[in-house]
């Protein structure tokens, strides 16, 4: 018989449920880094080639307001929408002084016209408004003065001819300014024009280093201008010079601070300048006003090199005050700050100056930074053969809860710019042929010069034809600076005029 099998009471082990896998630890994953085109020089003058087909180089004379036109008062008064109200008429009483200061307040209706041009495929960084007189003199890093772009609020990548256009109407404006006639006016014009397509062909040539240290110092200037300038205009154009090599920390000292307490203070003298302290949020105290004004100066001194964050390490915060700048810009949040290093009279004196949104940027691609003073910080960096050491950025908080993007600045580093309300047409016609240059070279530094070059040719067709579109949009440019009066007459808004102390 089989036997039986043997049977217990005691259970079964309980099956074993495996480990459970601790998940495997994630590599960083490197971001990758953008892959850099390089074609070769005949592949960029052939794309410059075919623009010509997508667009003809005559057809940047054309312009017609269209029917759909955006009324030019909503488009400033949105821009108005984000700004100091109570400066906002100074604004428009800056830009009511005539129609070249209006034409230098309106880069964003510009901009919105331009946007409806022909426009080509050929981007480089723009400046963003072009204007003639957002060129200068300044100091550069070794002390020796340079001319060159000094403006960037605007700057954001683009089509290059919307720069030209943007300071070849600028001439035909001033000269209207001027009151030259019509010959002198499309002398300048294409003057200005013909210097910038002439100076791009230069560069597209030019090896790549040699272009990005070409910069123009003063004695450049004298050389460009002489032959065309009078006697007496050579002698106003040397004074100018060294009255810029005289605008100086030191100076700024003297003419914007005050004593208060016996301590070094901004001067007050509203609405131009109004000390920090009577801006402050009521009950406010002295310690809290500049434990802020601390915090805004690290934030900004963290955007610096290293060596340069040393260097400001080495000077104190004094004071801050409001200080109206400029005609496109009044109403925009502008601060300057007071530093003092070993003594009274060894001042840093930082502009703090608020940056929107580009006037470009409803009509290209947004900016790749978050951050509107880098932007502009960037931009700067990119286009000038050489920038100030302090350049740098800053975020913070209004006291309404408000955040607001600055790039700061040296305020007075030897600073200058053209007397363009005494130029005659030679020297007008002069001094175009250098911004003509000097825009050229911005652009080669930021964009493709070769395609650009070839795309402008060696006739005379994109100047012609930017002289056209200036005359056709310096009408325009009146009208709306009449419809801005007008606005002014009936009270949709108020302006207030400054009078000459």
Request: charged content about 30%; hydrophobic content about 40%; aromatic content about 8%.
């Amino acid at each position: 018989m089989p036997t039986p099998r043997r049977t217990t009471n005691a259970r079964k082990p309980a099956a074993r449920k495996p480990a459970a896998r601790k998940p495997a630890a994630r590599k960083p994953t490197a971001r990758k880094a953008p892959v850099v085109p390089h074609l070769t020089v005949a592949e960029r003058r052939a794309k410059g080639k075919a623009a010509r087909a997508e667009v003809p180089r005559g057809g940047h004379g054309e312009w017609t307001a269209p029917g759909d036109r955006t009324d030019p008062i909503a488009l400033l008064e949105q821009q108005a929408a984000t700004r100091v109200p109570e400066l906002v008429p100074l604004r428009y009483g800056r830009m009511l002084a005539s129609p070249f200061t209006f034409y230098r307040g309106a880069a964003y209706l510009m901009a919105a016209d331009l946007a409806r041009t022909p426009t080509t495929a050929l981007h480089t960084q723009l400046c963003g408004d072009a204007h003639l007189s957002n060129f200068g003199v300044y100091a550069a890093p070794d002390r020796q003065l340079v001319f060159d772009l000094n403006d960037f609020d605007e700057t954001l990548p683009g089509p290059f001819e919307w720069d030209v256009k943007r300071l070849v109407t600028s001439f035909e404006v001033a000269a209207r300014d001027r009151g030259f006639g019509p010959g002198e006016r499309k002398r300048i014009t294409q003057a200005t024009a013909r210097s910038y397509r002439e100076a791009i062909r230069e560069f597209s040539t030019m090896d790549t280093l040699d272009l990005w240290y070409l910069r123009i110092s003063t004695q450049d200037i004298l050389e460009r201008v002489g032959p065309l300038a009078t006697d007496a205009e050579l002698k106003r154009a040397e004074k100018n010079l060294a009255k810029a090599r005289a605008k100086t920390n030191l100076r700024a000292l003297d003419k914007l601070t005050e004593r208060v307490d016996g301590e070094l203070r901004i001067r007050h003298d509203p609405p131009k300048i109004v000390p920090l302290r009577e801006l402050a949020p009521a009950g406010a105290t002295a310690e809290q006003i500049s434990e802020r004004l601390h915090e805004i100066v690290r934030s900004y001194r963290v955007t610096l090199n290293d060596d340069r964050r040393q260097l400001l390490e080495r000077f104190r915060l004094v004071d801050a005050g409001r200080k109206v700048v400029g005609v496109g810009s009044v109403g925009t949040r502008a601060w300057i700050a007071l530093l003092l290093g070993r003594d009274d009279r060894d001042p840093l004196f930082l502009q703090i100056k608020e940056a929107e949104a580009s006037v470009l940027e409803p009509f290209v691609k947004k900016s790749r930074f978050a951050q509107h003073g880098q932007r502009v910080v960037e931009g700067q960096r990119l286009m000038q053969a050489a920038s100030d050491i302090m350049l740098g950025w800053l975020k913070t908080t209004d006291p309404e809860g408000i955040p607001r993007h600055y790039y700061v600045r040296q305020l007075w580093d030897q600073k200058g710019s053209a007397l363009v309300e005494v130029m005659e047409p030679n020297a007008m016609a002069a001094y175009g042929n250098l911004c003509g240059w000097t825009l050229a070279r911005a652009h080669a530094r930021a964009g493709d010069a070769v395609a650009i070059a070839s795309y402008l040719g060696g006739g005379d067709t994109f100047e012609k034809a930017l002289a056209k579109f200036a005359a056709a949009y310096a009408d325009q440019n009146e009208r709306d600076y009449a419809a801005l009066k007008d606005a002014v007459d009936t009270g949709r808004v108020k302006a207030e005029f400054e009078t000459e102390a």
